[in-house]
Nanobody
Framework: QVKLVESGGGSVQVGGSLKLSCSAS????????MAWYRQAPGKERESVAR???????TIAESVKGRFTVSQDNEKNALHLQMASLKTDDTAVYYC???????????????WGKGTQVTVSS
């Protein structure tokens, strides 16, 4: 089992910055991608950013230009640099890992427990 542990969450004022990190351990060779999701109170979980094994990144329109996703060369850590934060960015942020299976790359196969990000005005 791949284990994912998020860190870096906290409270910040509007316009501030935070960097989230996700450390992966276990059979990371079985991963075919990693991603950040978030869930705000009363809302469904949404995808924020994704990076595939080939380095392709996908950023949600709502955070494009403000958030940057990156991955360590060893692919055992995922980062999310967040800037120009808004109150709408308040949520629990989850790290997820995709798993390579015979049938293909299964998104969101492993999940971390999440880290809270609170943006206040």
């Amino acid at each position: 089992q791949v284990k994912l542990v998020e860190s870096g969450g906290g409270s910040v004022q509007v316009g501030g910055s935070l960097k989230l990190s996700c450390s992966a351990s276990g059979p990371i060779g079985s991963m075919c991608g990693m991603a950040w999701y978030r869930q705000a109170p009363g809302k469904e979980r949404e995808s924020v950013a994704r990076i595939s094994n080939d380095g392709t990144t996908t950023i949600a329109e709502s955070v494009k230009g403000r958030f940057t996703v990156s991955q360590d060369n060893e692919k055992n850590a995922l980062h999310l640099q967040m800037a120009s934060l808004k109150t709408d960015d308040t949520a629990v942020y989850y790290c997820a890992a995709d798993s390579r299976k015979i049938t293909g790359c299964i998104r969101g196969h492993y999940w971390g427990k999440g880290t809270q990000v609170t943006v206040s005005s």
